[in-house]
């Protein structure tokens, strides 16, 4: 069972840059697809971006053009490069994945199956 433990959460200025990472537990298969997700309380989870097996990604059409996905199987990480933030984009960031066969990189939360606990990224005006 694949554990996924995220970090490089934090407060940043609108304008300003920011990435987060997360770790798994174990061995991410090459067919596993993996995303990122958030939450503002109050609001259904969104996706925000995702990556297959080969490197193909999917982003939400907010953040296309700020956000950049990759994925490490080597290493067994995901990361999530985010810049030119903006006020909106603070939320509980959640990484996800699939631990079964991947046909697409979606950004539907029911895809996945394996969830980590979150990390709150604020991003002042």
């Known amino acids: 069972q694949v554990q996924l433990v995220e970090s490089g959460g934090g407060q940043v200025e609108a304008g300003g840059s920011l990435r987060v990472s997360c770790a798994a537990s174990?061995?991410?298969?090459?067919?596993?697809?993996m995303a990122w997700f958030r939450q503002v309380p109050g609001k259904k989870r969104e996706g925000v971006a995702a990556?297959?097996?080969?490197?193909?990604?999917n982003y939400a059409s907010s953040v296309e053009g700020r956000f950049t996905i990759s994925k490490d199987n080597g290493k067994n990480t995901l990361d999530l490069e985010m810049s030119t933030l903006k006020p909106e984009d603070t939320a509980m960031y959640y990484c996800?994945?699939?631990?079964?066969?991947?046909?697409?990189?979606?950004?539907?939360?029911?895809?996945?199956?394996?969830w980590g606990q979150g990390t709150q990224v604020t991003v002042s005006s």
């Open positions: 174990a061995y991410i298969s090459r067919n596993y697809c």
């Open positions: 990556i297959d097996s080969d490197g193909k990604t």
């Open positions: 996800a994945a699939m631990s079964y066969l991947c046909s697409a990189p979606v950004l539907a939360d029911y895809s996945y199956d394996v």
